[in-house]
């Protein structure tokens, strides 16, 4: 499907070839004309948007100057004298520095190295660092994007909750998706935060109406061909045979550790069945995923389930907003993982990002888009409202006279939630999160040369206070560049847009909504 409405080029030649249901007829089922077309097409060229990277260079300077078979075993090449931020304390960071990757991995980061044998990428002017790590999204919503931005989560009673997520979205469009709509909208979300320089996605996309919606979720990230966690999770209808389907998914997509695409488990609180689903992902070794909102009566329910004996490290509590103190303490205790989406939290009235209670507890939080009809899924957005939200809260209090104070936050601290944190929740950090020899080469390279930033006085302080995805040069995902010189590798833009386009109509008609303009 990529090769038809991405580019010409195969963006999984690492992942073991898997066998059934073949991409075009993932879209043949009630495809609209548009869609049809865009899987009948012969294989588009690459796109280079005109609104992304440097105007004054040409598209065919930038694909001539691509280096090839990125990614391959007997590939390396040298990124030379940007700032690196490895963000491993016993690697460093230099001001100018190299990263020498070979094939996947990372082989050594430092000054001055030297490999005869390997090209050379010239990253003067740019920060060099690892790329982020979405802990949270559900990116089967990419069609409505900003439909509900003025929504809350639910209608809970309170003032403003009439135009809320859990009836429109959740409730309302849901269940109209296709398998083809899903696939569409997880290719798109996917290759817009490679654009963004968001390596790697856990995908909560709770669209699993039925066996061929699962499989066309899974489709869409692969053919992204970037690093995802597929959490499964169920659906609506009467095709929904969640968990029944664990076993084929796993067998047929999740046989090798060696890919892009690994495998965890869904089991909201709200379903009475929350506990069979847990122990399932269990017994298969899954780490389990699920939604944590204190302010829809769920306050106390961490310490419950601790009685239970129930919490532990395989645990990923997203939003974790308006918990009992016994909560934290339990959290804390028993290793539970906590990823945060505090922009969306403060928007839709989830409750306060619990920044200050995570780490007050000793909780490393990750971070989180959620969801893109409300919100912007890039992480220069999550990264600045954490880092502002925890300092307001924090100097606040000082201003009120308060002592004894948490230290505020550095920008640092956010990199590090956006990165090492981040691969430690998705359970990928023995692969990524930091720029450390042996791990894969998950990298971004980010314009400090751009009007918005230069010029340089202080790394951290300009990726997390400066930035936007405007400057994201180059992003690499397990060596395999995937944006070069501010443009997409292998993707057709117009066909792409055009056919989510096409599958948000569908949605809003079959649902009979209205799309509103202003």
Not at 27 to 36: C, Y
Not at 200 to 207: G, M
């Amino acid at each position: 499907m990529c090769q038809m409405l991405c580019g010409n080029n195969s963006l999984h030649d690492s992942e073991p070839a898997k066998a059934g249901t073949s991409r075009r007829e993932l879209l043949a089922v009630g495809a609209s004309a548009l869609g049809a077309a865009a899987v009948a097409s012969a294989p588009a060229p690459a796109l280079a948007a005109p609104e992304q990277g440097d105007m004054s260079r040409e598209s065919g300077d930038r694909d001539r100057d691509l280096p090839a078979e990125t990614g391959a075993s007997n590939r390396r090449y040298l990124l030379k004298g940007g700032a690196v931020l490895s963000m491993d304390p016993n690697v460093g960071d230099f001001a100018k520095g190299d990263v020498l990757i070979e094939g996947k991995k990372i082989v050594a980061v430092g000054p001055h190295l030297h490999a005869s044998d390997a090209t050379i990428i010239d990253a003067t002017g740019m920060i060099v660092m690892p790329g982020f790590v979405d802990t949270h999204h559900h990116q089967y919503q990419t069609a409505l994007r900003s439909f509900l931005s003025d929504g809350l989560l639910s209608n809970d009673g309170l003032p403003h909750g009439e135009k809320n997520y859990l009836d429109y979205i959740h409730t309302r469009i849901t269940p109209f998706f296709r398998p083809q709509d899903a696939f569409i909208a997880e290719l798109v979300a996917s290759l817009s935060q490679l654009d963004a320089g968001v390596t790697t996605v856990v995908d909560t996309s709770q669209v699993g109406h039925s066996p061929a919606h699962s499989d066309a979720v899974i489709k869409g990230l692969q053919e992204a061909g970037r690093r995802s966690v597929f959490v499964y999770s169920p659906g609506v209808g009467p095709h929904n045979i969640f968990p029944n389907d664990l076993q084929r998914i796993r067998s047929r997509y999740f046989s090798s550790t060696d890919q892009l695409l690994t495998l965890a488990m869904g089991g909201e609180l709200f379903d009475p069945n929350f506990r069979t689903y847990w122990n399932i992902g269990r017994q298969n070794g899954l780490y389990i995923v699920t939604h944590l909102v204190g302010s829809l009566n769920q306050e106390t329910l961490v310490e419950q389930l601790a009685s239970e004996g129930l919490l532990g490290p395989d645990l990923e509590f997203i939003h974790a907003t308006h918990l009992s103190e016994g909560s934290w303490q339990a959290i804390a205790s028993h290793g539970v993982t906590v990823s945060m989406a505090a922009p969306i939290e403060m928007a839709m009235r989830h409750g306060m990002p619990p920044i200050l209670a995570a780490l007050a507890h000793g909780v490393q939080p990750a971070l989180s888009v959620d969801v893109e009809c409300t919100m912007a899924a890039d992480f220069f957005t999550q990264m600045r409202t954490v880092f502002t939200l925890q300092r307001a809260l924090v100097n606040e209090r000082a201003i009120n006279g308060e002592t004894n104070l948490p230290e505020l936050l550095t920008c640092r601290d956010v990199i590090r939630f956006a990165t090492v944190e981040g691969a430690r929740v998705a359970r990928l950090s023995n692969k990524i999160g930091s720029l450390t020899p042996g791990k894969e080469a998950d990298i971004i390279l980010l314009r400090a040369d751009a009007i918005n930033v230069a010029p340089l006085n202080n790394v951290p302080g300009a990726v997390v206070t400066l930035m936007d995805r405007s400057n994201v040069d180059t992003v690499i995902v397990a060596g395999r560049i995937r944006k070069w010189r501010g443009a997409l590798v292998d993707v057709n833009w117009p066909l792409l847009r055009a056919t989510l386009e096409a599958s948000r109509d569908y949605l809003l008609q079959a649902a009979g909504v209205q799309r509103v303009l202003f």
